[in-house]
């Protein structure tokens, strides 16, 4: 699988952007999916810095029934360097349900290292809560997550919500948008006008036996704004 996106953060994307829904490889299933992104620019605070094309493969297997295994390998690539930014590993869990119509619920669970160039190495761990509900043509997700540094001083948990609402058109075609915020500490968020938020217009379909996800995003964040493209999934 690939998907394309575009940045979350005023210097550079972020490595995945993405709602979690209830797509799981299936019990002994092998998949690959790889995020691939780009900022279209900084923003006006930063207009020395050139954003880098970000490129992370993710190798996903049924563990059991409901229950997906993920690895992955964040890269970056600029002009005047490349390197990869740490690994992560993925647990996800979905309730068994209707597939087609109702509402459904799951877990993700993350533990990821990162090397970022420039900055210093640091464990953080992620857990988002995954609501699911459909209904004829119309799919509806939300991502309360929680986001902690497990290394380094700070050891904040952070507020980081996503949703996605979405209309199935043309057979398998989904168009939709999708929406991420970063509010800041989950005790002490951050006002409105501070937090950073991302907005995209997504399409969801089929190229041959892949699932392509392709959008257009705008970001607002604590620096600066910027225009970026979100790009596309393909299942393997």
Request: with cysteine; glycine share 8%; hydrophobic share 40%.
């Amino acid at each position: 699988m690939v998907l394309c996106s575009a940045a979350a953060v005023a210097t550079a994307a972020p490595n995945e952007i993405k709602v979690f829904t209830d797509e799981l490889a299936n019990y002994g299933e092998h998949t690959l999916e790889t995020h691939v992104n780009k900022a279209s620019r900084a923003g006006e605070r930063l207009t020395n810095r050139r954003t880098p094309l970000r490129v992370m493969p993710e190798y996903s297997y049924g563990i059991w029934h409901n229950w997906e295994f993920s690895l992955q390998l964040p890269a970056a690539f600029r002009q005047d360097a490349s390197s990869l930014e740490g690994y992560r590993a993925e647990l996800q869990y979905v309730a068994p349900h209707d597939a087609v119509e109702g509402f459904y619920w799951g877990l993700n669970f993350e533990l990821a290292k990162m090397e970022r160039l420039g900055e210093p190495r640091f464990w953080n761990m992620e857990v988002i809560p995954i609501l699911g509900y459909r209904l004829d043509r119309w799919h509806l997700v939300a991502n309360p997550g929680l986001d902690k540094a497990v290394s380094g001083a700070s050891g904040t948990v952070n507020y980081q919500p996503a949703a996605k609402i979405a209309y199935r058109a043309f057979a398998k075609n989904d168009f939709g948008i999708e929406y991420y915020v970063d509010a800041g500490p989950l005790r002490n968020r951050l006002p409105l006008n501070e937090q950073s938020r991302v907005f995209y217009v997504a399409w969801d379909g089929k190229l041959g036996n892949s699932d392509i996800n392709v959008g257009l995003g705008r970001t607002r964040t604590r620096d600066d704004g910027f225009v970026g493209p979100m790009g596309a999934q393909d299942d393997l």
